[in-house]
């Protein structure tokens, strides 16, 4: 299933602007460290630091792509966990929504929005009913 997670050089709803070159990096960091390592989560809930709670996991990031100015992932959902079916229906419904969460510093530019730096690394998507 493939989803939409965020809008690049678009300030998000928490006021962030997320350039597509550092989504670029990001996204390729991500790649080689999880994709291809079969590490690549979809949690229930928006991790507290760098480190993801299996427990809270309900599906898998096959992969990442930039589409259209927009960072999309490919899912799978893993049925055998009980929430992941009532969460990807509810995806599917557009009741729910996936967003990123990753780890990096950040500078606030002079119309009061915040830039995303060059360190920022991709972790996960959570699940949320607010769309970024």
């Not at 990001?26 to 690549?40: G, L, P």
């Not at 630091?49 to 490919?74: F, H, P, R």
Request: charged share 25%.
């Amino acid at each position: 299933m493939k989803i939409p997670i965020l809008i690049l050089d678009t300030p998000t709803k928490n006021n962030r602007i997320y350039t597509k070159a550092i989504m670029e990096k990001a996204i390729e960091k991500y790649r080689q460290d999880f994709i291809t390592e079969q590490r690549s989560f979809v949690v229930k809930t928006i991790p507290e630091d760098e480190t993801v709670n299996l427990l809270n996991a309900v599906g898998i990031i096959k992969e990442i792509s930039i589409e259209d100015n927009k960072v999309v992932v490919d899912v799978e959902f893993l049925p055998a966990l009980p929430d992941a079916p009532i969460i990807e229906e509810a995806l599917k419904t557009g009741k729910l929504h996936l967003r990123s969460s990753g780890i990096g510093s950040m500078h606030q530019q002079p119309d009061g929005t915040y830039k995303i730096n060059d360190d920022y690394e991709f972790i996960c998507c959570f699940v949320t009913n607010n769309p970024a």
